[in-house]
């Protein structure tokens, strides 16, 4: 019963290094996403894959790339981390994307940049 | 701007108590509002989500109320436990696409016995 495993749970990174968070799910859904939570703040979408072989930007896409590797796996990547990457990273998922659909989401990951 | 703001910012209550939090958005298009529970160190869990014809949704102990003319929300927590002690947070979804959720920065609540 996993749901949205998310790897690692803590990371801590020094300006300029790079690094790949992993997301997988096991409840055959077609989208996923992966967000940021910064103190005092609402979560903001960084990526979003709608399905299998799509990526598209979110609000706040600067700095980070990602791969939908197959339908279980989205990975989100830091080519040169920075302290404003500093951030607890949440990836989601969803069956459809429909916006009626409740999203899933993993436990985090809490990247401190040094 | 697209905008959810939620108050209090945090919350104490006794064990047993009832609690409202408030939700107001600036949201539109408007498709559905959502409420999460995030427990420390977890990720957010959905409690409930109602459309724009939907005034009132009640999953256990929780009961979310929605006026979409004044654009404003309620979660009513009833008889309070213990493990009712996170963060609540209130999302705006709006019509123009299902990836554009509009999230609020949530209420801390601490539930004390």
């Known amino acids: 019963n996993a749901g949205v495993t998310q790897t690692p749970k803590f990371q801590v990174l020094k300006t300029g290094q790079s690094m790949t968070l992993q997301c997988a799910q096991d409840?055959?859904?077609?989208?996923m996403y992966w967000y940021r939570q910064d103190p005092g703040m609402g979560l903001r979408l960084i990526y979003y894959?709608?399905?299998?072989?799509?990526?598209d930007k979110g609000e706040v896409p600067n700095g980070y790339n990602v791969s939908r590797l197959n339908k279980r796996e989205f990975s989100l990547r830091l080519e040169s981390a920075a302290p404003s990457q500093t951030s607890v990273y949440f990836c989601?998922?969803?069956?459809?994307?429909?916006?009626?659909?409740?999203?899933?989401f993993g436990s985090g990951t809490q990247l401190s940049v040094l | 701007k697209n905008q959810v703001e939620q108050s209090p910012q945090s919350l104490i209550i006794l064990e047993g108590k009832n609690c409202t939090l408030q939700?107001?958005?600036?949201?539109?298009?408007?498709?559905?509002l959502r409420w999460y529970k995030q427990d420390t160190g977890r990720g957010p869990v959905s409690l409930t989500i109602?459309?724009?014809?939907?005034n009132t949704k009640s999953n256990g102990r929780y009961t979310a109320t929605l006026d979409a003319d004044t654009k404003q929300s309620s979660l009513h927590i009833t008889a309070s436990q213990l493990s009712d002690s996170a963060s609540y947070i209130c999302?705006?979804?709006?019509?123009?696409?299902?990836?554009?959720?509009?999230f609020g920065s949530g209420t801390r609540l601490l539930v004390r016995p």
């Open positions: 989601a998922s969803s069956a459809t994307g429909s916006s009626l659909e409740k999203l899933f």
């Open positions: 409840m055959n859904h077609n989208s």
């Open positions: 894959s709608a399905s299998e072989g799509t990526t």
């Open positions: 939700c107001n958005y600036t949201v539109s298009p408007f498709s559905n």
């Open positions: 109602m459309t724009f014809s939907e």
């Open positions: 999302v705006v979804s709006g019509m123009d696409s299902s990836y554009k959720l509009i």
